[in-house]
DNA sequence: TGCTTATATAAGCATATGATTATATAATGA
DNA sequence: TCATTATATAATCATATGCTTATATAAGCA
């Protein structure tokens, strides 16, 4: 027995299936150092906007992410006051950095800048 | 940047999406403290003995879990020794504990001792 | 040997999932 | 205002998933 705060297994079942799609699991390690907008992840990931869409909304939709609004881009972020945080955080710390990606945009000249 | 052994995005994302289904993340969970056969977690789940069979199958075939049969019985054990444990063990260090279903079972005289 | 219990596996089926295509909305800038 | 760019959403579809039913295999026991 330890101190720890645990999860319901309905719950971590619900999170961990979101995460269990390579697209998201990816995409929430590259949130953790970057934000990005929906255009960054059509180019990272080659895939079609709606089906990037469609990724960050079901990440969103359990608040594992949060999304503004600057100008004509929507960025997406990693929500870290969500209470299960600690669980996501925890799985994404055995991943690979994805700072290659990132790397690879600039590279580019894709990454987006609306400051 | 740290000196922990990360696991490459394919296979974390394969690994998620079995632990993703509350029924198999259960099994993982009470098999790290408890040994279990199949037809105790046809009573644990209250689920068909083919249902079962397959969610053991698929936990088997990427070795989350070993089998061995004694008698007429076929038990499964964690197999700690797979690649991927720690971050395995990880995660189902944040579930909460599953010796409730094991102590409804031994006070059903459910529990399968097969010594 | 034949019956019972435990388990595995195959086939079938309903639902979930993740993509595509088409279209709507929102902001920018000429 | 109109064209362009970024994004969201709806409809559709192919495939994956997880269950059921039916059946096969394996061990124990009378």
Request: with cysteine.
């Amino acid at each position: 027995m330890n101190t720890e705060v645990t999860i319901d297994m309905q719950r971590a079942s619900q999170l961990l299936k979101l995460l269990g799609d390579q697209t998201r699991l990816t995409m929430m390690k590259l949130l953790q150092s970057h934000e990005c907008c929906v255009c960054e992840f059509v180019e990272i990931f080659k895939m079609s906007q709606p089906a990037i869409s469609q990724h960050l909304r079901k990440l969103r939709d359990i608040e594992l992410v949060k999304e503004e609004r600057r100008g004509q881009w929507v960025f997406f972020s990693i929500n870290e006051s969500h209470e299960d945080y600690p669980f996501i955080q925890t799985i994404l710390e055995h991943l690979p950095e994805q700072n290659e990606s990132i790397a690879e945009l600039e590279a580019q000249g894709l990454r987006v800048c609306c400051q």
